[in-house]
């Protein structure tokens, strides 16, 4: 199978495998990559907009300032990838494989994280407002100063997890858990509690009702 690349600057190339190749700034704007192998590329800058990325295998590739909006990348692997400064609204990341991936200072504002593999993930400063973020794995994740308000986080498992100065104003934590985590000057006003873990959690300076 070839692949024909388009780049922003008018010029076009064609590939037969994508593996490690240089491919930023290219548009993949609504196309069909689904299981396609695009281990170690280089995708800064890429447009990605509502493409159909599932089970694609991006693991160490460079994503950073990708535009992936309203993209399908259920069951991809993007494992240790750079998605620094990446765009994701609506974005579908059910059952990915996100671990030890550069997230920081991200925006998954409404994105279905469900049953993800967060492990070890950096996302400090990340916005993950009203993200539905069930089932997800994020154990000994980086969650320092992150805006978690109004997520779903039922049933994550957040054992290790730093989330020292986070915003969990309105999280839904039932069946959450957080044991071993950092929450120091944590914001958990008006979270919602229902057999939620905090076994050796350290709570110091967390804001509560």
């Known amino acids: 199978m070839t692949y024909t690349i388009k780049y922003y600057d008018g010029s076009i190339k064609k590939f037969k495998l994508l593996v490690g190749e240089d491919l930023s700034k290219s548009n993949f704007r609504g196309l069909d990559f689904r299981g396609v192998d695009m281990r170690g590329c280089n995708l800064r800058g890429a447009d990605l907009f509502g493409a ?72 400090r400063g990340a916005i993950l407002r009203w993200s539905d973020l069930r089932s997800c794995n994020l154990r000994g994740a980086s969650l320092e100063s992150s805006d978690l308000r109004g997520a779903d986080l039922r049933s994550c498992d957040l054992r290790g997890a730093i989330l020292r100065g986070a915003d969990l104003r309105s999280c839904d934590l039932r069946g959450a858990i957080l044991e071993s985590s950092d929450l120091r000057w944590a914001d958990l006003r008006d979270v919602f509690l229902k057999e939620t873990l905090f076994k050796d959690a350290n709570l110091k300076d967390a804001e509560l009702d």
């Not at 590739?61 to 993209?71: M, P, S, T, V, Y």
């Not at 259920?74 to 990915?96: E, I």
């Not at 920081?104 to 967060?118: T, W, Y």
């Open 52 to 123: 159909n990325l599932t089970g694609a295998i991006l693991e160490e590739a460079d994503l950073e300032k990708c535009d992936l909006r309203e993209c399908d990348l259920r069951a991809a692997d993007l494992s240790h990838s750079n998605l620094q400064k990446a765009f994701f609204w609506y974005t579908d990341l059910r059952g990915a494989d996100l671990r030890n991936c550069n997230l920081r200072g991200i925006s998954l504002k409404s994105s279905d994280l469900r049953g993800a593999d967060l492990r070890s993930c950096d996302l």
